[in-house]
Protein backbone atom coordinates (compact mmCIF):
# COMPACT_ATOMS: atom_id res chain seq x y z
CA UNK A 1 0.00 0.00 0.00
CA UNK A 2 3.28 2.22 1.06
CA UNK A 3 4.65 1.81 -2.73
CA UNK A 4 1.53 2.64 -4.51
CA UNK A 5 0.93 6.13 -2.17
CA UNK A 6 4.67 6.67 -3.33
CA UNK A 7 4.04 5.73 -6.99
CA UNK A 8 1.28 8.39 -7.31
CA UNK A 9 2.84 10.38 -5.63
CA UNK A 10 6.00 10.72 -7.41
CA UNK A 11 3.62 10.49 -11.02
CA UNK A 12 1.98 13.58 -9.71
CA UNK A 13 5.31 15.46 -8.37
CA UNK A 14 6.26 15.14 -12.29
CA UNK A 15 3.07 15.65 -14.01
CA UNK A 16 3.58 19.24 -11.31
CA UNK A 17 6.90 19.90 -12.22
CA UNK A 18 6.28 19.11 -15.80
CA UNK A 19 3.58 21.86 -16.07
CA UNK A 20 5.73 24.22 -14.19
CA UNK A 21 8.21 24.12 -16.91
CA UNK A 22 5.73 24.54 -19.63
CA UNK A 23 3.88 27.96 -17.96
CA UNK A 24 7.32 28.97 -17.80
CA UNK A 25 8.50 28.08 -21.86
CA UNK A 26 4.64 29.51 -22.62
CA UNK A 27 5.74 32.39 -20.67
CA UNK A 28 8.45 33.19 -22.52
CA UNK A 29 7.33 32.43 -25.53
CA UNK A 30 4.49 34.72 -25.01
CA UNK A 31 7.16 37.55 -23.95
CA UNK A 32 8.71 37.65 -27.01
CA UNK A 33 5.76 36.79 -29.08
CA UNK A 34 3.99 40.38 -27.58
CA UNK A 35 7.03 42.15 -27.99
CA UNK A 36 4.97 44.96 -29.81
CA UNK A 37 3.22 45.19 -26.29
CA UNK A 38 4.59 47.49 -23.14
CA UNK A 39 7.41 45.89 -21.63
CA UNK A 40 5.87 46.63 -18.13
CA UNK A 41 3.28 43.96 -19.20
CA UNK A 42 5.15 41.95 -20.83
CA UNK A 43 7.54 41.55 -17.32
CA UNK A 44 4.63 41.39 -15.24
CA UNK A 45 2.97 38.61 -17.09
CA UNK A 46 6.09 36.46 -16.86
CA UNK A 47 6.76 37.74 -13.77
CA UNK A 48 3.05 36.37 -12.83
CA UNK A 49 3.75 33.00 -14.67
CA UNK A 50 7.22 32.69 -12.96
CA UNK A 51 4.88 33.18 -9.38
CA UNK A 52 2.72 30.61 -10.70
CA UNK A 53 5.28 28.14 -11.91
CA UNK A 54 7.01 28.24 -8.61
CA UNK A 55 4.01 27.77 -6.50
CA UNK A 56 3.25 24.66 -8.18
CA UNK A 57 6.75 23.28 -7.88
CA UNK A 58 6.78 24.04 -4.55
CA UNK A 59 3.62 22.02 -3.97
CA UNK A 60 6.53 19.00 -5.11
CA UNK A 61 8.96 17.01 -2.81
CA UNK A 62 11.54 17.95 -4.69
CA UNK A 63 10.17 21.92 -4.90
CA UNK A 64 10.10 21.65 -0.42
CA UNK A 65 13.49 20.33 -1.15
CA UNK A 66 14.95 23.19 -2.97
CA UNK A 67 12.98 25.84 -1.06
CA UNK A 68 14.40 23.79 2.32
CA UNK A 69 18.23 24.22 0.89
CA UNK A 70 17.64 27.93 0.07
CA UNK A 71 16.38 28.46 3.53
CA UNK A 72 19.31 26.92 4.96
CA UNK A 73 21.67 28.65 2.84
CA UNK A 74 20.06 31.96 4.24
CA UNK A 75 20.36 30.60 8.01
CA UNK A 76 24.56 30.08 6.99
CA UNK A 77 24.94 33.42 5.12
CA UNK A 78 23.56 34.65 8.87
CA UNK A 79 26.35 33.40 10.62
CA UNK A 80 29.27 34.58 8.20
CA UNK A 81 31.27 37.19 10.07
CA UNK A 82 31.73 39.88 7.65
CA UNK A 83 34.86 41.78 7.72
CA UNK A 84 34.73 45.37 8.76
CA UNK A 85 35.34 48.61 6.20
CA UNK A 86 38.68 48.63 7.73
CA UNK A 87 39.66 45.16 7.02
CA UNK A 88 38.02 44.83 3.55
CA UNK A 89 40.32 48.59 2.70
CA UNK A 90 43.62 46.83 3.87
CA UNK A 91 43.20 43.86 2.51
CA UNK A 92 42.15 45.75 -1.11
CA UNK A 93 45.12 47.78 -1.40
CA UNK A 94 47.74 44.79 -0.34
CA UNK A 95 46.33 42.53 -3.37
CA UNK A 96 46.32 45.46 -5.74
CA UNK A 97 50.28 46.07 -4.39
CA UNK A 98 50.96 42.71 -4.72
CA UNK A 99 49.11 42.75 -8.56
CA UNK A 100 51.48 45.89 -9.15
CA UNK A 101 54.78 44.33 -7.72
CA UNK A 102 53.94 40.28 -9.47
CA UNK A 103 53.54 42.82 -12.98
CA UNK A 104 56.65 44.55 -12.64
CA UNK A 105 58.70 41.04 -11.75
CA UNK A 106 56.51 39.97 -14.70
CA UNK A 107 57.78 42.69 -17.39
CA UNK A 108 61.20 42.81 -16.01
CA UNK A 109 61.67 39.07 -16.33
CA UNK A 110 60.12 39.15 -19.75
CA UNK A 111 62.45 42.53 -20.82
CA UNK A 112 65.78 40.35 -20.13
CA UNK A 113 64.28 37.24 -21.83
CA UNK A 114 63.34 39.43 -24.85
CA UNK A 115 66.58 40.93 -24.51
CA UNK A 116 68.57 37.64 -23.99
CA UNK A 117 67.10 36.22 -26.76
CA UNK A 118 67.42 38.53 -28.89
CA UNK A 119 71.53 38.85 -28.23
CA UNK A 120 71.58 35.01 -28.67
CA UNK A 121 70.27 35.47 -32.36
CA UNK A 122 71.58 38.36 -32.89
CA UNK A 123 68.93 40.95 -33.03
CA UNK A 124 69.52 42.82 -30.06
CA UNK A 125 73.20 44.33 -30.72
Not at 34 to 60: H, K, M, N, P
Not at 71 to 86: N, S
Request: proline share 1%; hydrophobic share 50%.
Amino acid sequence: MNSTVETTSGKLDTFKLGLSLLIIIAALIGFYFYADETLLYRVLGLLTAVGISVGIAYQTEKGREIWGYFHDAQIEVRKVVWPTRQETIQTTLLVIGMVIIVAIILWGLDWFLTKSIGAIMGHGA
